[in-house]
């Protein structure tokens, strides 16, 4: 069942629109849920994958929420040619975490426990899907980043074969770094880390980024070097069925 939806929004300052996805034959039953970030606007997974048919399959809602902001974060957000002059705050990580949280659990035969919570997106959308895991960790089982846009915007010029280990490393986000470094040695649970690139993308911050997570006790499941695709929808296409397919495993884990 395919829904699109809008709510009043106090924390973005406008109507959020948002793309729901539920399994088929409602049973009554609370369903598991991925939210799905998006890289640029809200509806390519839609349009570009079989979001749907695979959501089906692995009896999961999906919710997909539209950003203005792709940082996926509060943020100010200038619209050129508006009747405002001055830039807009736009609050998402309240929207996501408290609003949004609340109308999808409220609203929708959808559990609200952490062991059936996930997130997920590709590029900065990746990014955001990395931000929420770690800056929430009680709230999320599983992150999938896919091709994670995760390092300085500055690395897209610099020479990266000249750079040291420690180097690269020193340009991976600092907000997605520091709360992992703080859950590692408070001996913290991390969420389950899910991520994939194509070979013909930039993978050297996803493999630090793995690197830090196991370092600190995440358990992550990587796949850089199988697919000669770039940043592009047929990675993202075969991203969220394993991905998809990774949750399905562990779900039939635990009831065992």
Same mark, same amino acid.
């Given at each position: 069942?395919?829904?699109?939806?809008?709510?009043?929004?106090?924390?973005?300052?406008?109507?959020? !629109?948002?793309?729901?996805?539920?399994?088929?034959?409602?049973?009554?039953?609370?369903?598991?849920?991925?939210? =799905?970030?998006?890289?640029?606007?809200?509806?390519?997974?839609?349009?570009?994958?079989?979001?749907?048919?695979?959501?089906?399959?692995?009896?999961?809602?999906?919710?997909?929420?539209?950003?203005?902001?792709?940082?996926?974060?509060?943020?100010?957000?200038?619209?050129?040619?508006?009747?405002? *002059?001055?830039?807009?705050? %736009?609050?998402?990580?309240?929207?996501?975490?408290?609003?949004?949280?609340?109308?999808?659990?409220?609203?929708?035969?959808?559990?609200?426990?952490? %062991?059936?919570?996930?997130? /997920?997106?590709?590029? =900065?959308?990746?990014?955001? /899907?990395?931000?929420?895991?770690?800056?929430?960790?009680?709230?999320? /089982?599983?992150?999938?980043?896919?091709?994670?846009?995760?390092?300085?915007?500055?690395?897209?010029?610099?020479?990266?074969?000249?750079?040291?280990?420690?180097?690269?490393?020193?340009?991976?986000?600092?907000?997605?770094? *520091?709360?992992?470094?703080?859950?590692?040695?408070?001996? *913290?649970?991390?969420?389950?880390?899910?991520?994939?690139?194509?070979?013909?993308?930039?993978?050297?911050? !996803?493999?630090?980024?793995?690197?830090?997570?196991? %370092?600190?006790?995440?358990?992550?499941?990587?796949?850089?070097?199988?697919? %000669?695709?770039?940043?592009?929808?047929?990675?993202?296409?075969?991203?969220?069925?394993?991905?998809?397919?990774?949750?399905?495993?562990?779900?039939?884990?635990?009831?065992?």
């Amino acid at each position: 069942m395919f829904m699109k939806c809008e709510f009043p929004s106090q924390a973005l300052g406008y109507p959020a !629109s948002v793309d729901i996805l539920l399994p088929d034959g409602l049973t009554g039953e609370k369903y598991p849920v991925l939210y =799905l970030l998006h890289g640029g606007d809200g509806t390519p997974w839609i349009r570009h994958t079989a979001i749907e048919r695979y959501a089906q399959k692995a009896r999961i809602a999906v919710v997909m929420p539209f950003s203005r902001n792709t940082c996926w974060r509060k943020a100010e957000i200038t619209y050129p040619g508006m009747a405002w *002059e001055k830039p807009k705050v %736009e609050d998402f990580e309240t929207f996501m975490m408290s609003e949004l949280n609340d109308i999808v659990t409220g609203y929708f035969p959808v559990s609200s426990n952490t %062991e059936d919570t996930y997130i /997920a997106g590709l590029s =900065l959308g990746g990014y955001g /899907a990395a931000y929420y895991g770690v800056t929430y960790p009680k709230h999320f /089982a599983e992150v999938g980043i896919f091709s994670g846009y995760l390092f300085n915007q500055k690395m897209f010029q610099a020479d990266r074969i000249t750079l040291s280990h420690d180097e690269l490393a020193a340009n991976l986000i600092p907000d997605l770094v *520091e709360p992992v470094k703080a859950a590692g040695s408070r001996q *913290e649970r991390l969420p389950k880390f899910f991520m994939m690139n194509g070979t013909e993308d930039v993978c050297e911050f !996803s493999l630090l980024y793995a690197e830090l997570l196991q %370092e600190n006790g995440a358990e992550v499941i990587t796949d850089f070097d199988t697919y %000669e695709l770039g940043h592009e929808w047929d990675m993202w296409e075969i991203c969220i069925r394993e991905f998809l397919k990774d949750i399905t495993i562990e779900r039939q884990k635990r009831k065992r």
